[in-house]
């Protein structure tokens, strides 16, 4: 008879936790321009965006003040879509990513 000896494995398993890597935002930027006239900039905003009057008055205000708004982040398609429909409206717009 011969013996056999059977040996029992032991092994745990280790579950790593996925890191969530959650990317930045796009910013849809908009310049001051001495062409576009102020009422137009927040109509503008209002159409493309469907923001309030208030709301895109003061994103115009910010735009003729500073120099420039951010007034849209979100995913980058989006922000690239919302750039190109404020470019055909005539104003300087701009993508870039959330620092």
């Known amino acids: 008879m011969s013996s056999v000896k059977h040996e029992r494995s032991t092994s745990t398993a280790t579950l790593n936790q996925e890191e969530v890597v959650t990317e930045k ?3 849809v930027v908009v310049w001051d321009d001495p062409v576009t006239p102020m ?3 927040a109509l503008i ?16 205000m ?24 404020l470019q055909a409206n005539g104003l300087l717009s701009t993508v870039e990513q959330d620092s």
């Open 25 to 27: 935002s796009w910013n």
């Open 39 to 41: 009422p137009v900039v």
């Open 45 to 60: 905003f209002r159409k493309i965006f469907g923001y309030s009057n208030n709301k895109a008055t003061q994103l115009m």
């Open 62 to 85: 910010t735009v003729h003040h500073q120099g420039r708004a951010i007034v849209w982040s979100g995913v980058r398609d989006r922000a690239e879509g919302y750039c190109v429909k």
